[in-house]
T-cell receptor, first 114, second 114 residues
Framework: DAGVIQSPRHEVTEMGQEVTLRCKPISGHDYLFWYRQTMMRGLELLIYFNNNVPIDDSGMPEDRFSAKMPNASFSTLKIQPSEPRDSAVYFC????????????FGPGTRLTVL | AQSVTQLDSQVPVFEEAPVELRCNYSSSVSVYLFWYVQYPNQGLQLLLKYLSGSTLVESINGFEAEFNKSQTSFHLRKPSVHISDTAEYFCAGRNAGNNRKLIWGLGTSLAVNP
């Protein structure tokens, strides 16, 4: 299995632009998590899905952030408009119901907003 | 409040020396505990976990952690570290139940020097 796939790996954009981050979870996994990692705040859970349905989005910072999971093999995290303070590494992770105690992380997307 | 505290942000150590990375948790988050490792420019990987049973758990690469309920700790240890152990280490915990949300520590950067 290829593991969790994220794209792009690096994104540089200007303030005010829309940013879309993409994630393909491991096939057969029914939980998907979006995290943000910064030096100041560490690893923060933004939102997670179960069977494509958002379960907990309490970590989404504000209305500029939105996440979707239209099917079991694809999810997006969108920031519109982007701001410099959104600069971070964004991770996607997935897990399965049968092996619930391990989350498998993707390589991350490093976002820089100028 | 639920919390996981990693007491050291950075731990420098010489190769072949022993190391301990400290983690304390609040009693409200104590049921399941995890250590994840993040190598440079990669996503996180599960290193070891405590779910129930024996309080001493081990990883395949020589790390171990002991669940200590009286001290609310889950410290990570290795008797002899290698250069390749240089990485960021994250302690995490969660309660029983359907919520899959992990509570994360801020991470400890382990730097193994020759």
């Amino acid at each position: 299995d290829a593991g969790v796939i994220q794209s792009p790996r690096h994104e540089v954009t200007e303030m005010g632009q829309e940013v879309t981050l993409r994630c393909k979870p491991i096939s057969g996994h029914d939980y998907l998590f979006w995290y943000r990692q910064t030096m100041m705040r560490g690893l923060e859970l933004l939102i997670y899905f179960n069977n494509n349905v958002p379960i907990d989005d309490s970590g989404m910072p504000e209305d500029r952030f939105s996440a979707k999971m239209p099917n079991a093999s694809f999810s997006t995290l969108k920031i519109q408009p982007s701001e410099p303070r959104d600069s971070a590494v964004y991770f996607c992770a997935s897990s399965s119901r049968d092996h619930w105690n391990e989350q498998f992380f993707g390589p991350g997307t490093r976002l820089t907003v100028l | 409040a639920q919390s996981v505290t990693q007491l050291d942000s950075q731990v420098p150590v010489f190769e072949e020396a022993p190391v301990e990375l400290r983690c304390n948790y609040s009693s409200s988050v104590s049921v399941y505990l995890f250590w994840y490792v993040q190598y440079p420019n990669q996503g996180l990987q599960l290193l070891l976990k405590y779910l129930s049973g024996s309080t001493l758990v081990e990883s395949i690469n020589g790390f171990e952690a002991e669940f200590n309920k009286s001290q609310t700790s889950f410290h990570l240890r290795k008797p002899s570290v290698h250069i390749s152990d240089t990485a960021e280490y994250f302690c995490a915990g969660r309660n029983a139940g359907n919520n899959r949300k992990l509570i994360w520590g801020l991470g400890t950067s382990l730097a193994v020097n020759p």
